[in-house]
């Protein structure tokens, strides 16, 4: 399959902005997603971008899209201790077959 | 309310046993997926079907199977041949299974998962 990587673990402060970054080796991605999973739960779809956008922004949540470099990134303005979860970052070509990252751990700190 | 179930959430079985894990989806999606989630790991795909009476291998098949007899239903099976069993397993859907135009939209459900610990 795929390569997909996030890393693992990012804190932040209470009231900053997280960024969550991710990379991916498919240069034929059409969709990329950003999902949420909070703890011993299933996954949250919270965005996604087609492939021909460089941006999309949702309320608090900004993804950036670098297809050249294969870069992906979302985030998060005024996070909240609500916002503490692993967020997984997923691409598909095909649309029906995806691919996820590890995960990246987002502490926040109050 | 439409969505994925999973059941049991909790699931305890010992060595040697084999174990059958839940799905099932009011969503009308085609596509069905199970995943294994290990701390580190992310995601790793262990089968799916794209329709009814139909299931590929994924990534890490060996020591579990699968039916998909109905299209709601997507059930699971740990076999004793999995070495390492001991793990968190989410099944999703979507809505298609085939390959649709380039600028299909389709993203994956997920049901809330079972743990799953050998004893």
């Known amino acids: 399959g795929e390569d997909v990587e996030q890393s693992l673990f990012l804190s932040v402060r209470e009231g900053d902005s997280s960024v969550i970054n991710c990379t991916y080796t498919?240069?034929?991605?059409?969709?990329l997603y950003w999902y949420k999973q909070e703890p011993g739960a299933g996954l949250q779809l919270l965005t996604y971008i087609f492939s021909n956008m460089d941006m999309k922004q949702d309320q608090r949540l900004t993804v950036l899209l670098n297809k050249k470099d294969k870069h992906l990134s979302l985030r998060i303005a005024d996070t909240q201790t609500g916002d503490s979860a692993i967020y997984f970052c997923?691409?598909?070509?095909?649309?029906?077959?995806?691919?996820f990252g590890t995960g990246t751990s987002l502490t926040v700190i109050p | 309310d439409g969505g994925i179930t999973q059941s049991p959430k909790y699931l305890f079985r010992k060595e040697g046993q084999n174990v059958t894990l839940s799905c099932e989806q009011n969503l009308n999606h085609d596509a069905m997926y199970w995943y294994r989630q290990d701390p580190g790991q992310g995601l790793r795909l262990i089968y799916y079907?794209?329709?009814?009476?139909?299931?590929q291998k994924g990534d890490i098949a060996e020591g579990y199977s699968v039916s998909r007899e109905k299209k709601e239903s997507f059930p699971l099976t740990v076999t004793s041949a999995q070495k390492n069993p001991t793990a968190f397993y989410l099944c999703?859907?979507?809505?298609?299974?085939?390959?649709?135009?380039?600028?299909?939209?389709?993203?994956?459900?997920f049901g809330p998962g079972t743990r799953l610990t050998v004893l």
């Open positions: 999703a859907s979507s809505i298609y299974g085939a390959r649709q135009g380039l600028s299909s939209y389709n993203e994956q459900f």
């Open positions: 079907s794209q329709i009814v009476n139909d299931f």
């Open positions: 997923a691409e598909t070509s095909t649309g029906n077959q995806f691919y």
């Open positions: 498919d240069s034929s991605s059409t969709y």
